[in-house]
């Protein structure tokens, strides 16, 4: 048996009882890398202290891709996201298609996207991919579903994500492919890993239904990690998911999926 990748899990999911450092240090002493959303919400030093290894982190704060206010928002605070990464030594940083508030859901709903958007998108990822080459960090567009977890956003499909990060094709931006939502969104799994592949800065992973570990749905992770295995994948794979009922017994679920 072998460990291919490099495995992670979102702290802001797991043991929501406890503080987050106690969180950061517990993944720390299981083996994980660790992700973590809006920095805002922690203290930094705390997470600096932690002695974590983080894997990504949101990578902006307010903003958006298609127009050129959300545009200098975007940018703005990219900027100020890469200085916290750099201290935390976070080398991935997520972003979306337009802000997220709460419950997931947009800033600034977008019901059609238009063919002027999808040149201001592109503009703005060229952007946002000069700064990551000015500053050495790596920026992710994540893709997010539709019907039931984020309605209203942009750009939010694999396809459009797909689109607009291979269209540039630059190493400083890159997909965080999501596949908790890709199932629910499009399915077939293994083949949107084997379209994506060149341009894959991390996978993350949840079951489906639920949004829990794998085992807990309907996804064959097993099979989607030979397949990824198996197209040379060697990146990270991070478990963004609520734990069905032991956090540490839904890490050894998710690790036990990913060891080939």
Request: proline residues 5%; contains cysteine; aromatic residues 8%.
């Amino acid at each position: 048996m072998s460990q291919p990748f490099t495995l992670s899990a979102c702290a802001e999911m797991l043991w929501l009882d406890k503080p987050m450092e106690w969180r950061l240090r517990r993944l720390t002493e299981l083996g994980f890398e660790v992700g973590i959303w809006d920095w805002r919400a922690h203290d930094q030093n705390m997470l600096e202290r932690s002695g974590a290894v983080f894997s990504s982190m949101t990578g902006y704060i307010r903003g958006r891709l298609a127009d050129e206010e959300g545009a200098h928002e975007l940018l703005v605070t990219a900027r100020q996201s890469i200085d916290v990464g750099k201290r935390l030594k976070v080398h991935r940083l997520n972003l979306h298609g337009t802000g997220l508030g709460e419950g997931g859901l947009p800033v600034t709903p977008c019901s059609v996207v238009t063919g002027a958007m999808w040149l201001k998108a592109r503009d703005t990822l060229n952007r946002i991919a000069d700064l990551g080459a000015e500053h050495g960090v790596t920026f992710m567009l994540e893709n997010l579903n539709l019907p039931v977890d984020h309605p209203g956003v942009p750009f939010a499909r694999v396809e459009d994500t797909l689109t607009l990060v291979s269209s540039i094709d630059r190493p400083e931006l890159r997909l965080n492919l999501d596949l908790y939502h890709v199932q629910i969104g499009e399915g077939d799994l293994i083949s949107w890993c084997r379209r994506c592949q060149p341009w894959i800065g991390e996978i993350q992973v949840a079951d489906v239904p639920g949004r829990k570990e794998p085992g807990t749905g309907e996804v064959n992770y097993p099979g989607v990690a030979h397949a990824l295995d198996a197209m040379g994948y060697r990146g990270p794979v991070c478990m963004e998911a609520f734990a069905s009922r032991d956090p540490e017994a839904a890490l050894a679920a998710f690790r036990a999926a990913f060891t080939i």
